[in-house]
């Protein structure tokens, strides 16, 4: 049998599960960020700053269609991690098929959308007004829907891989996928001058081509993946519990998307120059956020892991050990954030008015990121739990409450296009409000997949008479 690259989480030391599923995702979000850095450092450079306004002002609306698959993975993912917890290979496998199956029929579907209603959602949606700036950005919306089938497809094994635990091949592939983006940005834009259209094309290429090797890899690497084609089904039972866990999770990432793109068209009202500056400062935090996510994601396998094989005690001590990291890996990058994030936004070819709004957003994020450091791993651990109606909870509160207080900052109280930012940790302290209640009083442990299956066999074994 070849060798396999998963991670058992259910046992060993609690810090290093979490530890070393975190770094590998860390290196894999980095270079995702890496090809989004790229992007606006050659529009910004080579194109003009309208044009990485329009690249940057899309953010909010392509996150919204995607955020239906990362939403429905995820849930599809937790469902993965707890049958891999109880060693239930056949389970398994139909759960990824039917997953499969789910998120290409909504991806095709929300591929014509994109292509369809480009327009609509940048004008009327994110309220773009400058005709430069609406144009270049309908034309790249456009075009990189046609690519989100593939992002689809490809966060069925993403979802999956990240189940196992095997964060180090979601890194692999994450690299070449980020290398081939900035290949194909620096040709299609400095050789073949093809401007905004260059870099969602390049993207497209990129998401299908990780797609191709994703799919190569998980087939060669793990049996349970290859499958016959009766095997290759569609389980309406497993469907609802996917559907269970990934509905409220995809409701979670549509309100995150939902409310940057309110955000988004506040930050739209203000201008190109706050556009473009937003967009920069937005690029240059991800930095620092991404070991939060990571510590996130490698969380809630931990506790997808745990609870599948019934250990809730120790499921429970993943998020008591996780918040210290996440608090160390922040107090590290703060300082960067605040000395070199100057340097950095100059990268980008912003300049004068954009480039010192920039700065000041960025000097802000550094001294409050440590909010999010301490709530973000609430919502790993409910997703891994399957509570994910707890997780929507937070993240709506987060975006409400941020959004709610910008908006009235700005049009009540008069603001300016400072309150975009200074109020999102506002947001946080009111969602980890949310989060640790949920986890303190214990309601996560009625969440379990396997209290549904037991009930479903229960019921089954009822309706099934018994032999003579």
């Known amino acids: ?110 591929s014509l959308f994109g292509v369809c209603f480009s327009g609509f959602l940048v004008s009327t949606l994110l309220g773009v007004k400058d005709p430069e700036v609406l144009e270049l950005s309908v034309l790249y919306f456009r075009i990189f829907s046609c690519g989100m089938v593939f992002s689809f497809l490809y966060n069925v094994i993403n979802a999956s891989l990240r ?49 191709c090797f994703s799919v190569v890899y998980a087939l060669k690497r793990y049996p349970v993946f290859r499958f016959k084609r009766e095997e290759f089904v569609f389980d309406k039972t497993i469907f609802k519990f996917i559907l269970r866990l990934g509905i409220p999770s995809a409701i979670e990432h549509s309100v995150v998307s939902l409310g940057q793109l309110f955000v988004q068209r506040l930050v739209n009202s203000f201008g190109p120059n706050t556009m473009a500056s937003f967009g920069v400062g937005h690029r240059i935090e991800n930095y620092t956020m991404l070991p939060l996510f990571a510590f996130n994601s490698g969380l809630s396998t931990f506790v997808g892991q745990n609870i599948g094989a019934g250990q809730l005690d120790r499921a429970k001590k993943g998020i008591k050990v996780t918040v210290p990291m996440t608090v160390i890996f922040t107090l590290v990058m703060m300082p960067v954030l605040y000395f070199l994030g100057p340097s950095i936004s100059a990268l980008f070819g912003i300049e004068g008015e954009a480039l010192r709004q920039c700065i000041t957003q960025l000097r802000y994020m550094a001294f409050v990121l440590v909010v999010f450091a301490i709530y973000n791993p609430t919502i790993g651990f409910l997703n891994g739990s399957g509570d994910a109606m707890w997780a929507t909870a937070a993240s709506f509160t987060s975006l409400g409450v941020r959004v709610i207080t910008a908006y009235v900052a700005v049009y009540l109280l008069g603001g300016d296009y400072r309150f975009v930012w200074a109020t999102q940790p506002i947001g946080w302290f009111f969602a980890a409000t949310v989060g640790y209640s949920r986890f303190f009083t214990g309601g996560w442990k009625k969440k379990a997949l396997v209290k549904y299956e037991e009930k479903a066999a229960k019921a089954q074994a009822a309706e099934t008479p018994s032999e003579a």
């Open 1 to 110: 049998m070849a060798r396999t690259a998963h991670r058992d989480m259910t046992k060993g030391a609690i810090w290093k599960n979490i530890l070393f599923f975190a770094l590998p995702a860390m290196c894999s979000s980095l270079f995702q960020q890496l090809y989004n850095t790229v992007d606006g450092i050659v529009v910004g450079n080579h194109v003009s700053q309208n044009a990485l306004s329009a690249v940057s002002g899309c953010a909010p609306a392509t996150s919204l269609l995607l955020s239906i698959a990362i939403g429905l993975s995820t849930g599809g993912g937790v469902v993965v991690a707890q049958y891999f917890g109880g060693k239930r290979t056949n389970e398994m496998r139909r759960t990824v098929s039917t997953l499969a199956i789910t998120l290409f029929v909504l991806g095709l579907c929300l």
């Open 163 to 211: 189940a196992l635990g095997d964060s180090k091949s979601l890194l692999l592939l994450q690299v070449f996928s980020s290398l081939l983006h900035i290949c194909l940005d620096l040709l299609f834009v400095l050789k073949f001058n093809w401007g905004v259209a260059g870099v969602a094309t390049a993207s497209c290429i990129a998401q299908f081509c990780c797609l």
